[in-house]
Every structure is written in C-alpha cells, then in structure tokens.
DNA sequence: GTCTATATCCGGATAGAC
DNA sequence: GTCTATCCGGATATAGAC
C-alpha cells in the first residue's frame, strides 16, 4: 500500500533511526512494525531474527561508509576530508539527537551478538585506516601538525568525535561543536610566532 | 548469610558493574538477585522501581566523583591530574572492559527516565567542569600548551576518554593507549625545537 | 528483610491461512 | 508478502506469608 516497492529495505530504513536513537536494546519489532503501518510478524518475514536485522544494519553501514570513501577521495586536502568526516556525525547530532553507529555499537558490545560484533570491529578498524591515511597524508602535504604517529592521531580524532556526539546529548548540542572547534584547533598547522 | 549487613548496598555493587558491562536496558533485576543469591522481589523491597536503582546507581557515581575531587586536589600539577583523571577510565577498561558512567548514559540516553538523564546532565557538567579548572591552572603555571579555550579543551579530553574507551571494546585495550598516548602528546609543553 | 506466588505486560519468534 | 493467532520466556512489579 501507497507505493511500498522495497518492504526490506523500508525495515531497514526505520530500524536504523530507531537504532541509532534508542540502542539496539531499546526497539523491538513492534516499534518497526507500527512505523510502517505493518504487523511484526511481517518484519520477521524479511529478518527471521532480530540479530539478523542488527547484521545487517552493521553491514549497511559499512558498505555506505565505503562508498563515502570513494565520493570524499574527490575532495582536496585534508581540512575538507576532515570537515567530511565531521560533517557524517553532525548530520547524527541534527537529526534528533542520534549517536553514530561504532557509538551504539560499543555501548551494547557485550549484549549483541558474535557477528555483530565481527561487523563492528571490521566498522570500526575502516574507520580508523581512513583517518590514519588522511593524517598520513595531510603530514607529508604538510596541511597539518601533530606529535607521534598518524594512526595515534587518527585514534584521537575518532574518539573525539564519538565522544562529543554522545556527551551532545546530555548537555547539549553547543558541546558538540566546541569540542569539534577546539580539536580543529588543536591540529592547525603551527604559525612561526610563538603561542601562549 | 554469609555476613550480608548491608544487602542494599552490595545491591548497588552487582547493579554497577552489570552496568558499565551490559547497559542499563541490559540487565535485569534477575541478574542482580542471582548474583547475590537472594530473590528478585527483595531486590524490588530496596528498589521499588528499576529507575529508582537506576538514579541511586548515578547518583553514587557522582558522590563518587565529589570525593574524588577532593582526595585528588592533593596532587600536585597537571599531569599527575590529569593522569589521575585517566586512571578512573583505565580501571574501567581493565575490570572486564566495562565503560565509564556517562558513556552508557549518554547511549542510553532516549531510553531513560527524566530523574536519570538530569544526573547523568549534572554528572558529565562535574566531570567537564574539574577538567576545565585543571586546564585553566595548568596554563597559567605553563604545565600544558594548548590554543583557545580551557573548557574547550576540557571538552575535548573528555570527549576523547570517553570514545577511547567504548572503542577499546571493538578492536581492544592497546586501542585506549595508543589514544590516550598521542592526546598527552599533543598537550605538551611545547619546546623551542622545532618539529616534524 | 526475604520469601512464595502471582499478575501483567512485552519482546521474540513460529505456524498456517489468505 | 502479509495477515491472525499463538507460544514462550523474561522483565517489572505487587501482595501477603514468614
């Protein structure tokens, strides 16, 4: 009814923002179900169990992050790389208040299931080879300045910013960019006068 | 049996750590009784209602985090503060990679009651405030070197913990080092040197 | 303060009709 | 592919005995 072509992938659609916003422990089938004006037995037609759901929730995420990969190599440099980057998890926070998914992911890591977890993991560690080759990279164009190694500074980048979108929710949203503006501060190339 | 004197508060200890290892929606009052091996229903004669435990469970963190402070003030200097503040986290990601109060409240957000979500607020403001102060001193007597703002700054080591130790849980412990290595080395005294 | 017993509800899941 | 009906187990919670 009214033009429903892709039932799954609607499923898949309301049990992401579902997901991101409550944790995988906080919807059920029902919640998916009123949503789309459907029965849960229904959703269980296209995901038997709710673990297949989360699996695929995961592996969505990381096929769309992959082809984020691949638009954002377009880009130049490495501040609009970042800014992109950043961008993904301000498009979370905006849209009532939800977590990124590596954030919900790690939150519930010891009640999802094995291969959740694999998918998380894999998730995670795509995430951070990403930032590590722009930190990389970002050094020999000498867009940026930091101490230690580049995968040091990716891990930094990537916990900062999980971080703030979650803290964003209990203090609220001006949190998030005050934490984003002084990490961007904090990586600027280093001017030749001295700083306080 | 077994000398139980104060059965409420070993309550709150099982509920702690089933806490910070499953979430709050990941465990149950049956959890909690067959630890200490009493029934569910004296767990609801100490706590009516699960939110109830829910609230005293924050409410200790942030009790917690007072004495904390006050025992820490002793410290002399930034670093062995900020190592103090760094330390609470380790312990957490050694006790069975549990992750720190505000990260599981911060997830859970959309899920608990108003009473929970205003401690958790006043939790993550405590936590954000100390670290600002520590920031503010360690400047003025030119401990750590940083741009902008000390809450700003603050903002971003807390976020950065925070992150650090969900992710460790994915990808594992050597993760939360390596990141809490390279964010000690970007707040250091900057030397006359110039670097890479 | 803890127990047994019970009530209620909900989430996950399956069978079989349509 | 979606429905109705149903089952099971678990989680929250209360009443009343001990």
Chains 1, 2 share one sequence.
Request: glycine share 8%; aromatic share 8%.
């Amino acid at each position: 009814m009214a033009g429903r072509t892709d039932t799954k992938r609607e499923i898949l659609d309301v049990a992401e923002q579902l997901w991101l916003h409550r944790g995988y422990n906080g919807f059920s089938y029902q919640h998916i179900a009123k949503q789309l004006g459907i029965k849960s037995a229904a959703v269980h037609y296209h995901y038997p169990a709710k673990q297949d759901l989360g699996v695929a929730l995961v592996e969505r995420m990381r096929r769309r992050f992959a082809r984020w990969v691949v638009r954002t190599a377009e880009l130049d440099g490495f501040w609009p790389k970042l800014d992109a980057y950043i961008a993904i998890h301000q498009v979370y926070l905006d849209d009532d208040s939800k977590v990124c998914p590596t954030g919900i992911l790690d939150a519930e890591f010891h009640t999802i299931s094995d291969e959740m977890r694999r998918s998380a993991r894999e998730l995670t560690r795509e995430m951070h080879g990403w930032l590590t080759t722009l930190f990389r990279d970002g050094r020999e164009k000498g867009d940026v300045c930091f101490r230690g190694e580049p995968d040091g500074v990716a891990a930094v980048v990537g916990a900062t910013v999980q971080g703030a979108l979650q803290i964003a929710r209990a203090v609220g949203r001006g949190s998030f960019h005050l934490t984003i503006d002084h990490l961007k501060l904090q990586l600027r190339r280093r001017e030749p006068t001295v700083d306080a």
